[in-house]
């Protein structure tokens, strides 16, 4: 004979706090749902764990995934995009628990239980305030870099958001980038510590793209896409 004894069961797993919490308001639409439990869990993958738009129940694909040293389960509704969730809108964390669902290491299923929250509205368009070289300047250094200053933070000026572009035949000028918070300050460095990778008495447009995934303030705002032209000097 073989004989054996099946753990006992214990206490129910419970969610002990969230970020963010149930009814929190004003939430960044690029946040990431952290949710801590009382003890590990199993049981969270595929329908056991939804998010939704409350307003008409369309579901937000996510990742997500277990930390047990913290028993944290975490969402990612993003895929590194940061804003998949739309501003001033009321999501749903649904958390359901049963037998094949969420429960604990020894089959102690979780009461369902939800969260919701809020992110924060939409704000009005961030907008160019200045640069330099400002829109038409001409005579232009070759060696100066390309400073645009925006009405607030902005976020998504990554990527084909931003091109230096020559306006005679469209070629693409290579360049370095970095925003500078304190100032509101996007800056491009095109010359790659040589002061002539723009020709001379050449024309170039900096295009400045707005959009949901491109140049929008951190709340989810685009900007109207913007362009700056400039020529150089000889």
Do not use: W
């Given at each position: 004979?073989?004989?054996?004894?099946?753990i006992a069961a214990t206490p129910a797993p419970t969610v002990l706090s969230s970020t963010p919490a149930d009814g929190a308001a004003d939430v960044p639409v690029g946040t990431f749902v952290s949710v801590f439990f009382s003890e590990a869990i199993t049981?969270?993958?595929?329908?056991?764990v939804t998010l939704t738009r409350v307003s008409d129940g369309l579901e937000i694909p996510f990742?997500?995934?277990?930390t047990t040293a913290t028993n944290r389960l975490l969402l990612n509704p993003f895929g590194n995009t940061p804003d998949t969730l739309e501003p001033g809108t009321e999501y749903r964390v649904t958390l359901t628990g049963g037998p094949t669902a969420i429960r604990s290491l020894s089959g102690t299923p979780i009461a369902t239980?939800?969260?919701?929250?809020?992110?924060i509205?939409?704000?009005a368009a961030p907008v160019v305030a200045s640069s330099s070289p400002a829109d038409g300047a001409t005579a232009v250094a070759r060696g100066t870099h390309v400073a645009i200053f925006?009405?607030?933070?902005?976020?998504?000026?990554?990527?084909?958001?931003?091109?230096?572009?020559?306006?005679s035949d469209g070629q693409s000028v290579q360049f370095t980038r970095g925003f500078t918070t304190a100032t509101n300050r996007l800056l491009l460095n095109p010359f790659s510590n040589s002061p002539t990778v723009l020709d001379a008495n050449t024309e170039y447009q900096v295009t400045l793209t707005g959009g949901l995934t491109a140049i929008r303030s951190l709340s989810?705002?685009?900007?109207?896409?913007?362009?700056?032209?400039?020529?150089?000097g000889p």
């Open positions: 004979t073989i004989t054996f004894t099946t049981g969270y993958g595929g329908a056991s990742t997500r995934g277990f239980t939800t969260i919701t929250f809020t992110t509205g939409a704000t925006f009405s607030e933070a902005i976020t998504g000026y990554g990527g084909s958001s931003v091109t230096l572009t020559r306006v989810g705002t685009p900007i109207t896409t913007t362009t700056i032209t400039f020529t150089t």
